[in-house]
């Protein structure tokens, strides 16, 4: 079978470029570890108030494992609580976060974390905070009339 030049010059820029979007999917999963962020953990919505962590938001100091807090948010038309919360700079956190009713983001603007919270799934993210300042924390993921006014604050203090 003859196959014109530049037939063969596109076929190989597509396994080409197949291959490459399959080795920089590869590296960031199994080396970076990165993952969606949802579905590994579940919850009955309708008692996440009842539920541990959730029954206890706010900003935990824990020992003997990866990260050195863990900052427990629950969403709910149209807040987070809490509608703040403080962490030392330089601390690994791991976020914990889920809503109550409808969908919601967790974006922390000017940073790269960015969940989204679906009822019944617990969204958890780990990071180091690298930065001081404030950050607000924002839903992202249009969920009715208060949709804008939904927001928390994270404060990184030295
Ligand atoms: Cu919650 Cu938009």
Known sequence: MHIHKYEKWWLTLGATSLVVFLIIVGISAFHYGSHPPSAKVYIDPERVDEIAPFNNPGVHKVEGKDWDYE???????????????????????KFIATTKD???????????????LEPGYVSEYVTTVDKA????ILCNEYCGVGHSTMTSMLKVVE
């Open 71 to 93: 900052v427990v948010f629950v969403a709910s038309a149209f807040y987070y609580n809490p509608p703040e919360i403080e962490v030392p700079f330089g601390s690994t956190v």
């Open 133 to 136: 300042g404030e950050f607000l």
């Open 102 to 116: 409808v969908v919601h983001g967790f974006q922390v603007a000017g940073t790269n974390i960015n969940m989204m």
